[in-house]
């Protein structure tokens, strides 16, 4: 299997502009997470899906982050409109519910940056 | 809620010494504890886990024991190589599905 795909890898872009990122799960995963890092704030979860619902957005910071999951196998992020202050490493993971502990497969991460 | 403590880095190491982080957690009811690694340049990956109390997740020399009674997940190596330079998470999952990440610790191991 190839992992977590995500796409850009890195995006830069001027403030005022909509960004939008990109992630394939994990063929057969039943959750995907979309997480936040930065320096100041270490790794947030930003908003998780099981079966393509949302089902816990409380970490998405205000009403210019949406994300959709239109199908098993893509999800979006989007961010209209950008600020400085979005700068970020942004990851998608996903993982296969298994009653256990299970493993989140975390994709390689876009990069932005808002000028 | 739940919260995940870890000891602040940065860690810097000679090769073959012997690794400590610690981790702590405060949680309701039973969670899993994981230790999570982070090359430069990529996405975290799981390194090991535990799923109740006394267990020991190992991988690749690392070990961790699930320790209930100080509510503690200590990352521990006995001989590090410079390969193993990167960041550390400790996480929790709790009932709820979702991981809780410590801040991450950054080890350095010099040759």
């Known amino acids: 299997d190839a992992g977590v795909i995500q796409s850009p890898r890195h995006e830069v872009t001027e403030m005022g502009q909509e960004v939008t990122l990109r992630c394939k799960p994990i063929s057969g995963h039943d959750y995907l997470f979309w997480y936040r890092q930065t320096m100041m704030r270490g790794l947030e979860l930003l908003i998780y899906f099981n079966n393509n619902v949302p089902i816990d957005d409380s970490g998405m910071p205000e009403d210019r982050f949406s994300a959709k999951m239109p199908n098993a196998s893509f999800s979006t992020l989007k961010i209209q409109p950008s600020e400085p202050r979005d700068s970020a490493v942004y990851f998608c993971?996903?993982?296969?519910?298994?009653?256990?502990?299970?493993?989140?497969?975390f994709g390689p991460g876009t990069r932005l940056t808002v000028l | 809620g739940n919260s995940v403590t870890q000891m602040e880095g940065p860690v810097t190491l000679s090769e073959e010494a012997f690794l400590t982080i610690n981790c702590t957690y405060t949680a309701t009811g039973y969670p899993s504890l994981f230790w999570y690694v982070q090359y430069p340049g990529e996405g975290l990956q799981l390194l090991l886990k535990a799923t109740k109390a006394d267990d020991k997740g190992s991988n690749k020399g690392f070990e961790a024991t699930y320790r209930k009674e100080t509510t503690s997940f200590h990352l521990e190596k006995g001989s590090v190589q410079v390969s193993d330079s990167a960041v550390y998470f400790c996480a929790l999952q709790g009932s709820n599905y979702k991981l809780t990440f410590g801040k991450g610790t950054l080890l350095t191991v010099n040759p």
């Open positions: 993971a996903s993982s296969l519910a298994s009653g256990g502990a299970d493993t989140q497969y």
